[in-house]
């Protein structure tokens, strides 16, 4: 991995189950221009899901693409625990990356990352922080809810990449999770993220 990867990489914040932050920033990520949304599925998410948030991201954005699937990369697996590492995952998602384009991984499978002093952490996303890259997995998630709680991950995880740090507002999507899975209480983003997300772009008129 590079240099510049794991820089972004530790400043990252695990959503506990997973989400890393850095302060928040009122520039796009990449320039000035209007980035674009790529959905990127791995061959083991149903595509039922995959559709769902594809379709609620182009609610809120309009530049959102959906991808064909394609391989979890082995490299990112762990042996020991059958789960795959999220940071490796973003590592190759961001190597495929284009100009002005941030990807949104998604899988069924569990994914970890190391937190404090624990080598193997289960998590629901995880995210650069801002960056070009991020990935979610449902497989953490409520089945009875897991529709809306995998759409509420990944525009948490899509915020980092905005540069969005953890909200204190605990119906925003932007809450953070504090070891547990709270997204059946989040509701929306509040006003601040909001106005942030606005500013790069995203529309909420609909919602």
């Known amino acids: 991995m ?3 990867f ?3 990489i530790a400043v990252m914040l695990v959503l506990g189950i997973s989400f890393f932050s850095i302060p928040s920033c009122t520039e796009n990520v990449i320039g000035t221009e209007k ?3 790529e959905v990127q599925p791995f061959y ?3 595509s039922a899901k995959v559709n769902y948030v594809y379709r609620e991201l182009r609610k809120i954005y309009p530049q959102v693409i959906l991808k064909d699937k394609i391989p979890l990369p082995k490299s990112a697996y762990n042996n020991g625990r059958g789960r795959y590492r999220a940071d490796s995952i973003i590592y190759q998602l961001q190597r495929t990356s284009t ?10 499978k569990d994914i970890s990352t190391s937190k404090n002093n624990v ?6 996303g995880l995210g650069l922080c801002p960056g070009n890259a991020c990935v979610v997995s449902d497989f953490r998630l409520s089945k009875k809810e897991l529709l809306m709680q995998l759409f509420k991950v990944s525009i948490h995880e899509i915020g980092h990449t905005q540069g969005l740090q953890h909200c204190s507002v605990k119906t925003c999507f932007m809450r953070d999770a504090e070891g547990r899975n709270p997204t059946n209480d989040e509701v929306d983003f509040c006003p601040t993220c909001k106005a942030i997300l606005v500013n790069k772009g995203f529309n909420f008129s609909t919602q």
């Open 2 to 4: 590079t240099a510049t």
């Open 119 to 124: 080598r193997d952490w289960g998590v629901m």
């Open 44 to 46: 083991d998410i149903d």
């Open 6 to 8: 794991l820089r972004k």
């Open 35 to 37: 980035i674009i949304i």
């Open 99 to 108: 100009h002005n384009h941030i990807i949104v991984g998604l899988t069924s």
